[in-house]
């Protein structure tokens, strides 16, 4: 059975970080076409980072310079540490990790909130 599990989401003012954190099991894992996205109320989901091949990742441009995106191939796991955090990046956030043979699996999400 594949699980997707995130946490690390929580309330944090403006200016302030979190780290977030993923891991998967119950499948052969690539490493590539895995990340996180997110969905704030009333907004479609997007893509925040994505890793383009082992080491190479995509950042949304909203996300650049503020957010990074790490990963343990071997133990199935992704982290995205966001640093600088604003009001506006309040949503759902959402892991996905990609088996071997292309199929996504999503976790189901942890809310992170920036508010003063």
């Known amino acids: 059975q594949v699980q997707v599990v995130e946490s690390g989401g929580g309330l944090v003012q403006p200016g302030g970080s979190l780290r977030l954190s993923c891991a998967a099991s119950g499948r052969p894992f690539s490493s590539v076409g895995r990340g996180w996205y997110r969905q704030a109320p009333g907004n479609e989901s997007e893509m925040v980072a994505s890793?383009?091949?082992?080491?190479?990742?995509f950042y949304a441009d909203s996300v650049k310079g503020r957010f990074t995106i790490s990963g343990d191939i071997a133990k199935n796991t992704i982290d995205l540490q966001m640093n600088s955090l604003k009001p506006e990046d309040t949503a759902v956030y959402f892991c996905?990790?990609?088996?071997?043979?292309?199929?996504?699996?999503w976790g189901q999400g942890t809310q992170v909130t920036v508010s003063s």
């Open positions: 996905k990790q990609r088996d071997i043979w292309g199929n996504d699996y």
């Open positions: 890793f383009i091949s082992i080491v190479n990742a």
